[in-house]
């Protein structure tokens, strides 16, 4: 792959306009939305508004005036396309963790004679932590952390919930939604799906692929900004039945009429607890609207395309000097990239002195993320360039560039 090659593929990007669609700082290539999304340019001024007018003039008119009390439902129903879902199976509230505690009690609860969370080893740590401090609380529950190659031999009239990450956070290695909830369903067992490192960023279809819950982050590659609320789903043929394990006053059917005792609403608004982030849903209400008029199978094309244009252009100007570790078939990964080098942590320090924003995730790796609504064919050469120069050079090899960061 050569330069003149990117641009070409620039060129030819259906989705080369989207970028405009961001405030991105010149010199910069950013490669980190899998962590943090790039700001979209409508964010500034729509907080400004919600935060001046609606919050500094409306005061508390603003709840029905601007009808912020049913923002967690209007600003999920943005997301319905991207996810492949109904409007009224999603809904934006907490975090990914407290989304996840939530779903998966309320799985549990509804498969009392299963008495196994089956996860993947390695998962995302909260994840992982969120199953344990669940079966804490309920003593009988246990969880069973497997191999990934080993999840459907692991499925099985003991397990309640198969809870796993779509897309790795580090590998970028994607499951197979589709039979993987086919297993599980046909051991009569619930799925719980981390969409945080697929949403926005690969087609899902929750629908087609017969999910029965699922999670993701709103600040990844949905650009809610930092500390967005995260997204939940439940499957409309589930909601009468599943019950949040954390009741709040707005999953009430009434809340306004401030009853002694807790009755679920009907619908996905049951999986609310408390009231709405209203700051964090406008800003990611701008994020939502980034994917505009934009197709979901373009989103899946360009992903493909541009994490192969980085692998490529990778290996040929760096060779053995790194090590690919996520799949190199482009179906089985999703829209980020591992390369790992024992100094993998200096070497990014170094990529990012010089402007290319990636992270690193212990022990080795380097990890490169692909928006495909703002980064090019070019940022993938230019970043792969960069890399080889300073691997060439050994740019890195600097006490500044050595010294760990608590945020990375
Ligand atoms: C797969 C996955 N799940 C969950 C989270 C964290 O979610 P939150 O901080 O919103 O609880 C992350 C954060 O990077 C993640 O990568």
């Known amino acids: 792959m050569t330069f003149e090659e990117a641009r070409a593929l620039d060129a030819a990007d259906p989705l080369r306009s989207a970028r405009e669609r961001f405030a991105l700082p010149d010199g910069v290539i950013y490669l980190d939305g899998n962590s943090l999304g790039a700001l979209p340019k409508g964010t500034s001024t729509h907080l400004a508004d919600v935060v001046e007018r609606q919050w500094g003039q409306g005061l508390i008119t603003s709840w029905n005036k ?39 009690g309320a ?33 009988a529950v246990q969880v069973c952390a497997v191999p990934r190659d080993r999840i459907p031999s692991a499925i099985n009239a003991q397990t309640a919930v198969l809870m796993l990450t779509h897309i790795d956070y580090r590998s970028g290695a994607r499951h197979d939604m589709k039979a993987l909830n086919a297993a599980a369903h046909d051991a ?10 697929s949403a926005g960023a690969i087609a899902v279809d929750l629908t087609g692929s017969g999910c029965d819950l699922a999670v993701g982050c709103g600040y990844k590659y949905l650009n809610g900004g930092p500390g967005t609320p995260a997204f939940l789903y439940v499957a409309g043929r589930l909601q009468d ?53 934009v197709d979901l199978s ?25 090590a690919l570790a996520s799949p190199r078939d482009s179906a089985a990964r999703g ?52 890399l080889g120069e300073i691997l060439e050079t050994r740019e890195w090899d600097q006490p500044r560039f050595r010294e760990r960061q608590s945020v990375t």
């Open 66 to 104: 601007h009808g912020w009390i049913d923002w967690p439902t209007r600003v999920a129903a943005k997301l319905a396309p991207i996810v492949g879902a109904a409007p009224d199976e999603l809904l934006i509230a907490d975090s990914t963790s407290v989304c996840l505690f939530k779903l998966l």
């Open 107 to 139: 799985a549990l609860a509804a498969r009392p004679d299963r008495k196994v969370i089956l996860v993947e080893e390695g998962s995302f740590p909260t994840d992982l932590y969120i199953a344990q401090s669940l079966a804490k609380f309920m003593p």
């Open 188 to 197: 009569g067992a619930l799925t719980l799906w981390d969409l945080s490192h």
């Open 241 to 293: 039945e599943l019950r949040s394990p954390i009741s709040g006053w707005m999953g009430h059917a009434d809340p306004f009429s401030f009853a002694g005792s807790f009755k679920p609403v009907r619908g996905i608004r049951r999986f609310l607890t408390g009231t709405p982030s209203i700051l964090g849903l406008a800003a990611l209400d701008c994020g939502l609207d980034t994917f505009a008029d």
């Open 298 to 322: 373009e989103i899946e094309a360009k992903a493909e395309a541009l994490t192969e244009t980085f692998i490529d252009a990778v290996e040929a100007r760096c060779g053995d000097q790194v």
């Open 335 to 386: 829209s980020h990239v591992c390369f790992a080098h024992p100094e993998g942590y200096a070497i990014m320090q170094a990529l990012i002195a010089r402007g290319v924003i990636g992270d690193f995730r212990p022990p080795d790796l380097m990890r490169f993320g692909f928006a495909p609504l703002y980064n090019s064919f070019e940022d993938a050469w230019r970043a792969a360039d960069a």
